[in-house]
């Protein structure tokens, strides 16, 4: 298949990465894109990508080097190390670095640190207090031209704002609740760093860009290797042949590929993607005989978060001072502002906590509001169940209100003197800086619970486009058939691929790490192998 196009399905930042670098290389690219908008799940992302020993951390005098990263991966997929291919994660972690600094060097990102930022698992062997997250400089919204209407902006953080900013103000005086400007000229977080991907593919004449155009069918030959692909777009059928590179992230809207994933019905699932990530990879992976990797939902990155209306909702507002979490026996059985102990625990097949709740206080509501409620605001008709006393509110919730008291007790109690020694909420560095409240002391995210009225409402774990279990591929992102083999001309990169690379650990950046790795990596084999 020697010169033949490359085809590239999905075009959030995996798709747009490997897009730039295999037309450098010197081939031809067709990206085909579902929706009408461009950038997938990481235009809505913190863009955070998390590099060990990157060299924007050796610029500025930090320590790092990949034997510690690695011991780091590693200690937190210990609880499932059949699950880590080691191959895959040492090919990961080598390349990484060299493809953060391929990717600036090429145009399409001017890296920054995210200065004292911590790994998510300090207790870890090999973990950093900060130096391994890397994101974006601002990128002006007019170097898109024409394509500017086209970008996904994430309705999670406000435009023009920065790191720096979530530091000192706190992520909840950056969200949408206080303004975000989708029409302002600085793109920043995850929008920011598609942008630049996305103005640097789309001047490369031999990118073409088709938008609401769903891949439909990949094409195989007589030996099964896939050859091309059969789409749907707005005039109708087209189709291209060359080698498939599978970039249409995870299942996060599809019922089934959700329940059969995560075992969760959509009552205690829903999702912070677009709705445009429906599981299209994967279901096409599977028509060609793809593997499918299965990781435990326990270790799947998801937060709680809320439905409001059609869609769904999340802040760090469990995280905030004044606001705990409970199941229905009105009790605590988690770190609670921190999602990697909530779902473990909620999700525990031998001791499970659902339905669970979310409880706050009056404190938090004039300080904090709830998504776009802002701080004393009203909250949206039928979203949030008031009470004037613990008891009542747990009756009215379904909640045992008698023990909901004795808990918002005993947890007030702590809080007021910045600790929990029962779930250790409070003991986090990378949740207290990015998901508490700065000003608050003497914890960002503990507060007692002890002013009426008093508020809550049920939870439901929201997907971040980070499925884990996929389709299963080789650290050079070849995709592999159920017998092991490779499938010839067919490759998954960015969350379509299951996450083997990290096993069953997970840390904040990782998955946009290795999605503009695995770009990098397949785009190079593109350009000098042919496919």
Excluded at 63 to 90: F, G, K, N, S, W
Excluded at 474 to 481: K, S, T, W
Aim: overall charge negative; aromatic content about 8%; glycine content about 14%.
């Amino acid at each position: 298949m020697e010169g033949a196009p490359v085809i590239v399905v999905g075009a959030g930042l995996s798709g747009l990465a490997t897009a730039l670098g295999t037309a450098l290389g010197g081939r031809r690219v067709t990206v085909f894109e579902s929706a009408d908008l461009i950038g997938g799940a990481a235009a809505y992302s913190g863009g955070q990508v998390w590099v060990g020993a990157n060299h924007v951390a050796t610029q500025e005098g930090i320590e790092d080097d990949l034997d510690r990263t690695e011991r780091y991966v590693r200690a937190i997929a210990a609880a499932h190390p059949e699950l880590l291919d080691v191959t895959a994660m040492q090919r990961w972690l080598t390349a990484a670095p060299e493809a953060v600094q391929h990717w600036e060097a090429v145009g399409a990102v001017t890296w920054t640190l995210i200065s004292g930022l911590a790994d998510y698992h300090a207790e870890a062997e090999g973990a950093l207090s900060s130096g391994r997250y890397l994101t974006g400089e601002p990128v002006s919204a007019g170097v898109l031209g024409d394509w500017r209407k086209r970008l996904r902006v994430s309705p999670y953080f406000r435009m023009g704002s920065t790191y720096g900013d979530i530091m000192a103000e706190g992520r909840r005086q950056l969200t949408s609740a206080t303004g975000n400007s989708a029409d302002g000229d600085m793109l920043t977080m995850g929008t920011g760093l598609v942008a630049g991907f996305l103005a640097r593919a789309v001047q490369q004449e031999s990118v073409e860009l088709l938008v609401s155009t769903p891949v439909r069918e990949l094409l195989q030959d007589n030996e099964g290797a896939v050859v091309g692909v059969r789409a749907e777009g707005p005039d109708g059928v087209v189709e291209r042949h060359g080698p498939v590179v599978l970039a249409t992230s995870t299942y996060d809207w599809d019922p089934q590929l959700a329940y059969e994933f995560l075992g969760l019905h959509e009552d205690d699932f829903g999702s912070m993607a677009p709705d445009s990530i429906r599981g299209d990879g994967i279901r096409l992976a599977r028509t060609v005989g793809a593997a499918i990797a299965r990781i435990p939902a326990t270790c799947v990155p998801m937060v709680p978060g809320w439905r409001v209306g059609d869609g769904f909702a999340n802040g760090p507002e469990y995280a905030m001072p004044h606001a705990m979490i409970v199941d229905n026996g009105g009790r605590r059985f988690c770190n609670d502002s921190y999602w990697v102990d909530v779902v473990p625990k909620a999700l525990d097949p031998a001791d499970p906590h659902l339905p669970f709740f979310l409880i706050w206080d009056e404190q938090h509501h004039g300080k904090y509001g709830l998504g776009a409620t802002p701080p004393g605001g009203t909250y949206p008709p039928g979203l949030v169940t008031s009470a004037p006393t613990l008891q009542a509110l747990g009756v009215a919730l379904g909640i045992d209100g008698e023990q909901l008291e004795t808990t918002a007790a005993r947890f007030s109690e702590q809080a007021a003197a910045g600790r929990d020694p029962d779930f250790g909420r409070g003991s986090i560095e990378f949740v207290n800086r990015f998901s508490g409240d700065p000003g608050h002391a003497p914890n960002p995210v503990l507060g007692p619970i002890t002013e009426a009225p008093f508020h809550g409402m049920r939870l439901l774990f929201l997907g971040t486009a980070i499925g884990s279990s996929g389709v299963l591929a080789d650290g050079e992102g070849r995709v592999l058939g159920e017998t092991g083999d490779v499938i010839p001309g067919l490759y998954a990169i960015g969350s379509c691929a299951a996450t083997t690379t990290f096993g069953s650990g997970y840390n904040s950046g990782m998955a946009l790490s290795r999605g503009l790795t695995s770009a990098y990596l397949v785009s190079q084999r593109l350009s000098t192998a042919g496919g």
